[in-house]
């Protein structure tokens, strides 16, 4: 029922930058944290960036200060900036409201690949 949409995602070399963006359908998003997710294979899926409706961010350790999340609540659209990308970036990117307001369903995610 609800959809999202992850999009942006692409290889790039380290060091050097992405914006993925992320469509949600509905407008209860745009009064809900959402947040950017990343998984590996075989990894649990991580949490890296949170925004709150009012611009409030989080991010994790591992990415602070290379990463800026932010948002058009207009437009439904949340988006990650990603500078002096590593490969260990290298993930599917995911988009979802934080709990408990998560879509049960997920989006395809996108693919971000950062080569050594």
């Known amino acids: 029922q609800v959809q999202l949409v992850e999009s942006g995602g692409g290889l790039v070399q380290a060091g050097g930058s992405l914006r993925l963006s992320c469509v949600a359908s509905g407008s209860i998003f745009r009064l809900t944290t959402m947040g950017w997710y990343r998984q590996t294979p075989g990894k649990q899926r991580e949490l890296v960036a949170s925004?709150?409706?009012?611009?409030?961010?989080n991010y994790a350790d591992s990415v602070k200060g290379r990463f800026t999340i932010s948002r058009d609540n207009a437009e439904n659209t949340v988006y990650l900036k990603m500078d002096s990308l590593k490969p260990e970036d290298t993930a599917v990117y995911f988009c979802?409201?934080?709990?408990?307001?998560?879509?049960?369903?997920w989006g395809r995610g996108t693919q971000v690949t950062v080569s050594a």
């Open positions: 925004i709150t409706r009012g611009g409030s961010t």
């Open positions: 979802n409201a934080l709990p408990p307001f998560s879509a049960p369903s």
